[in-house]
């Protein structure tokens, strides 16, 4: 079967899911044209926001990003460890090296999307901190100020909310 086009009701956002892996993402794959993307299955039913998701609409940025949770986060565990302990101070301070290698690299978005993979605390980790397009609105106030402040290319200063600390990719 492969990839088809699902509505996320929490978000309100289509996504792409593939029925044989169980892999989902907010973004068309990558291996897929966007002609075929129109054919997938669900293509027509949600046909008006897959234009809008295929034009790239100005008011969206796409960015990755790595969390670090501390024991005030709003939920204190992740994919790596069921009870976070550690304090705010602590998860900037380890979020302020990431930030230090990530500056020093010669291919950053190489370089963030590892380290995101490895070490942040969201379960975007698997796709290297992606968190596909998005829109103002569906973020938390700081993270999206951040991200939509951002140029292409370029991380952000630390970004502290609720989820906790990161650091921010603006992808496109």
Same mark, same amino acid.
């Given at each position: 079967?492969?990839? #088809? ?51 790239? #609409? ?8 790595? @969390? ?49 993979? #490895? ?8 796709? %290297? %901190?992606?968190? %596909? ?16 402040? @951002? ?22």
């Amino acid at each position: 079967m492969g990839w #088809e086009i699902r509505m996320s009701v929490t978000k309100e956002m289509i996504y792409f899911y593939n029925t044989e892996t169980k892999e989902s993402m907010w973004t068309p794959p990558k291996d897929i044209p966007v002609e075929e993307v129109k054919k997938l299955s669900g293509a027509d039913k949600y046909e008006e926001q897959l234009n809008k998701l295929l034009d790239g #609409e100005k008011d969206q940025v796409r960015a990755s990003h790595l @969390l670090i949770k501390h024991k005030d986060s709003r939920r204190p565990s992740s994919w790596k460890e069921a009870d976070i302990t550690r304090s705010k101070e602590e998860a900037i301070e380890i979020i302020e090296k990431y930030k230090e290698e990530i500056s020093q690299a010669e291919d950053k978005a190489e370089t963030f999307a590892k380290l995101a993979s #490895e070490h942040s605390d969201c379960s975007s980790h698997s796709n %290297g %901190g992606d968190l %596909g397009w998005f829109g103002r609105g569906q973020m938390q106030p700081a993270f999206e100020e951040a991200s939509f402040k @951002l140029e292409p290319g370029n991380v952000s200063d630390i970004v502290s909310t609720d989820s906790g600390v990161h650091i921010i990719f603006r992808v496109r």
